[in-house]
């Protein structure tokens, strides 16, 4: 089956400065990768998410690349703010019912 | 309450209890899931439901009993439980299918004792 693999597991940025999160995945099947924003106490919410046909995808200042060939995709956040602190989650999924396997989270503080 | 609601939000139980997750969906999704989330490892895939016909069971140990009534509720029946059950047990749906996005519902934070 699919295995997701997340680092760091903890990360620690000042404001303003940006923040890369990376995962690999290991089923070549594998066509859709969301990533999901855990506040303390909260729900997990998609924040972005790229499909298997897009190299890159941005949404204010958030990103995401995938390589393919390498399979690993990466989550950029520019210039953090305090309200970016969470634990954010990568997952891997081949679409439809099958099962979405998720990392196992990054947690991010940003410190003012 | 709109979106994804589950109850109870707290629930302390012993080992020869039985109890009940209850999910809600006001989405309008036709496929529901339970998953379990555990201090320091991946969410946990357990169920899956797709208009009512539970697609997926990831190897759940049988203390664990899932019901979908319909497309809008969920259950989870929980029975003679170990300690090492105790986490966060999130509810999702999604809209079909064709769409994985997973829209979470606040958990049930489960205490077995």
């Known amino acids: 089956g699919e295995n997701v693999e997340q680092h760091p597991s903890t990360l620690s940025v000042q404001e303003g400065d940006s923040a890369v999160i990376k995962c690999t995945y290991s089923?070549?099947?594998?066509?859709?990768f969301p990533w999901y924003k855990q506040e303390l106490g909260k729900r997990p919410q998609l924040i972005i998410d790229?499909?298997?046909?897009?190299g890159e995808k941005k949404d204010q200042r958030i990103a995401v690349t995938l390589n393919k060939t390498a399979k690993h995709f990466s989550l950029h956040i520019t210039e953090t703010q305090p309200e970016d602190s969470a634990v954010y989650f990568c997952?891997?999924?081949?679409?439809?019912?099958?099962?979405?396997?998720f990392g196992i989270g990054t947690k991010l503080q940003v410190i003012p | 309450e709109t979106g994804v609601t589950q109850t109870p939000r707290h629930l302390v139980m012993g080992m020869t209890n039985k109890k009940s997750l209850k999910c809600e969906q006001h989405?309008?999704?036709?496929?529901m899931y339970w998953y379990k989330q555990s201090a320091k490892k991946p969410l946990e895939l357990m169920f899956v439901?797709?208009?009512?016909?539970?697609?997926e069971n990831n190897s759940v140990p049988s203390r664990f009993s899932p019901e979908c009534p319909n497309s809008s509720h969920l259950f989870l029946h929980l029975h003679t439980l170990q300690p090492e059950d105790s986490a966060l047990y999130l509810c999702?749906?999604?809209?079909?299918?064709?769409?994985?996005?997973?829209?979470f519902g606040p958990g049930t934070r489960l205490l077995v004792l």
């Open positions: 999702a749906s999604s809209p079909s299918g064709l769409e994985e996005t997973q829209y």
């Open positions: 089923d070549s099947a594998s066509n859709y």
């Open positions: 790229i499909r298997s046909n897009v």
């Open positions: 997952a891997a999924s081949r679409g439809g019912y099958q099962k979405v396997t």
């Open positions: 989405l309008g999704h036709n496929a």
């Open positions: 439901y797709s208009l009512e016909e539970r697609v």
